[in-house]
């Protein structure tokens, strides 16, 4: 089955970038110069380590999945400061994104979580297709597998 790659909503990057707080939470985001690895997750981009700044704030991962959860689960993210458009190969998962390997969360409704697999690079699409295609799997969440940071929600389609 395909998948759909769902990155966090571009009204969130731009509430941020505008009011340097995080949505629903209010918690002062910050800014700083990339180190490392950090990924937007609005473009799904690497933002380049010693060049770009990012934004860093509070979010809830499960902000999106298909119904909104009652108890939140929140974490920190990034996002470039600068301005960038969302996501748009939906289909695959972005190639400069899980260079050492992620864990995916399959859930179904109700934040029930079915099955957590760590995937190393080259099998994220075939893993990701694998489980979108399952029937009792609502969305699949997409961590860092070095720092578990959240990067992405999947939809199987």
Do not use: N
């Amino acid at each position: 089955m395909g998948f759909r790659i769902v990155p966090i909503d571009e009204s969130v990057a731009k509430e941020v970038r505008a009011t340097s707080r995080s949505p629903g939470y209010g918690h002062p985001a910050w800014v700083e110069v990339a180190e490392g690895s950090a990924p937007c997750r609005l473009c799904l981009d690497v933002i380049e380590p010693g060049v770009e700044r990012l934004m860093g704030f509070t979010y809830d991962a499960f902000r999106v999945a298909p119904e909104r959860e009652v108890v939140p689960l929140p974490g920190p993210v990034f996002v470039h400061e600068r301005e960038c458009v969302p996501y748009r190969d939906v289909g695959r998962f972005p190639p400069r994104l899980g260079g050492s390997g992620v864990l995916l969360g399959a859930y179904r409704r109700g934040r029930r979580p079915l099955v957590e697999r760590l995937v190393d690079r080259p099998e994220i699409d075939e893993a990701l297709a694998e489980l979108c295609g399952r029937p009792d799997v609502d969305y699949v969440q997409v961590r860092s597998a070095t720092a578990g940071c959240y990067v992405c929600m999947v939809l199987p389609v």
